[in-house]
C-alpha cells in the first residue's frame, strides 16, 4: 500500500519571539525541520511532502539535499489547513498518509513504522503520549468509550473539564482510500 507523508513546517512560531523560523532551531546541532525530514526519510515512501508558507525560502534551503517536494500553504491558518494544502499536492489519493509536525525532533522512524502499522485498517489516527508533569500540548478528549472525540489546547482543557494527562505528539495516520 503506497505510503504518502507530509511534514507541517508552515507555522511562523510567534510564540518563540524569534528573527529564525522556529524549525529551523537547532537541536543537536541540527534544525528541528532535518530531524523530521530523517526520520521520514528512512520509511519505505512513496512521496515526502513538506508543506512550507509562501515565502519560506530558508526551510527549502535547509532541505535541498533531500528527497523532498514542497507544498504551500499560503495563508497559514491551522494544522487542518497545512494538512488540506499538502493533500492537493499529493500526486495520488490511495494508501496512506503520515501527517507529522516539523518540531518532532525526537522522532525514530521505527516509532513512525510501529504506527503505521497499528493504524492500518482504521480511518485516522493519533500517536499520543502521557508525558510526566503539566504539558502544553493538546489534550486529547476521548468518549466514555475511550474513542477519541477531540483534541483542544492545553489552555482550553479545563473549559472542556479535561483532567486526561494523554497529549497529543504532533504525529498522525489517515488511510486515504
Known sequence: MPLHVLILAAGEGKRLRSAQPKLLHLCSGVPLLVHAVRAACELDTDSIHVVVGP??????????????????????????????????????????????????????????????????GVDASVLSVKPEGSSDYGRLLR???????????????????????????????????
Not at 151 to 159: G, H, L, P
Open 55 to 120: 515565502k519560506d525560502e530558508a526551510s527549502r534551503a535547509a532541505l535541498a539535499n533531500y528527497p523532498v517536494a514542497f507544498a504551500v500553504q499560503d495563508h497559514p491558518s491551522g494544522t487542518a489547513d497545512a494538512v488540506a494544502a499538502g493533500c492537493a499536492a499529493l500526486e495520488s489519493s490511495s494508501g496512506t498518509l503520515l501527517v507529522l509536525n516539523g518540531d518532532c525532533p525526537g522522532i525514530l522512524a521505527s516509532t513512525l513504522q510501529v504506527f503505521i502499522a497499528t493504524s492500518a
Open 143 to 177: 468518549d466514555g468509550d475511550g474513542r477519541l472525540v477531540g483534541i483542544v489546547e492545553a489552555s482550553d482543557a479545563m473549559a472542556h473539564q479535561d483532567t486526561s494527562p494523554e497529549v497529543c505528539a504532533g504525529v498522525y495516520c489517515f488511510d486515504l482510500e
